[in-house]
Every structure is written in C-alpha cells, then in structure tokens.
C-alpha cells in the first residue's frame, strides 16, 4: 500500500519560495512515476510536476515551468517540489501521488488528467499573497 505524507507548505508572499515534501513509504517505488498534483476549492485536481521512475525526465505543467522543480531523493524515500518566484495564482492545497500504471506512459497520462493515482495523502497548504 501507498502511504504518502505532504509537508512544507506555509504562507509566503509573492516572489518568495518554497519546498514541499513527501514521504513515500512503498516497497517497490522505484517502478512508479511519481507526481504533485493541487487543488483550489471548486476547481478539478490540476497536475504539477511529475518525474519517471529513480527521478529522471521531469516534466511540468505550462504554468508552473521554469519556477518549480520536481526531485526524488532514493536515500530518503523522499519526493520534492521546489517552488520558487511564487504567484498567488499558486495558492491551492498540493498533493504528491504515485502513478501505479506501466510507468511507459505515465507522462501522456500526466498530461491528459489520466494518472492512476489509488489514494492520496492529506495535502498540504500553499498560500500565496500579494
């Protein structure tokens, strides 16, 4: 079973950085591609950043490229989202999830809103003020 626990989420203000974590406790999470979705209220779950199986090939959705980078520390079973030049529009709870899918095709699934995700952690809170 997935276990995922968010954490580093705060308020900042615009321009300003942060870095969110999630502890994955899988025993095989080397063969997932893992993610970081978030969520404003009344709105769909939106995907972030996502990264294949052992940290390679991130990718990012358009609204977020070149400010926020997805990482994956093996020794710390640990998944990172650095967040950097925030803007308000960032504000949402953030979610970190693992694909548990042919990792092959875990990016058109990211892209297309398609991502077999089977639970979710808490979140975590990112407000951004202006």
């Known amino acids: 079973q997935v276990r995922l626990v968010e954490s580093g989420g705060g308020s900042v203000q615009a321009g300003e950085s942060l870095t969110l974590s999630c502890a994955v406790n899988?025993?095989?999470?080397?063969?997932?591609?893992m993610a970081w979705f978030r969520q404003t209220p009344g709105k769909e779950r939106e995907g972030v950043a996502t990264?294949?199986?052992?940290?390679?090939?991130?990718s990012y959705a358009d609204s977020v490229k070149g400010r926020f980078a997805i990482s994956l520390e093996s020794a710390r079973d640990t998944l990172y989202l650095r967040m950097d030049s925030l803007k308000p529009e960032d504000t949402a709870m953030y979610y970190c999830?693992?694909?548990?899918?042919?990792?092959?095709?875990?990016?058109?699934?990211?892209?297309?809103?398609?991502?077999?995700?089977?639970?979710w952690g808490k979140g975590t809170l990112v407000t951004i003020s202006s």
């Open positions: 999830a693992a694909d548990l899918e042919d990792a092959d095709y875990c990016l058109w699934r990211f892209q297309n809103g398609k991502s077999h995700i089977e639970s």
């Open positions: 899988l025993y095989t999470y080397s063969s997932y591609c």
């Open positions: 990264v294949y199986p052992y940290g390679r090939d991130p």
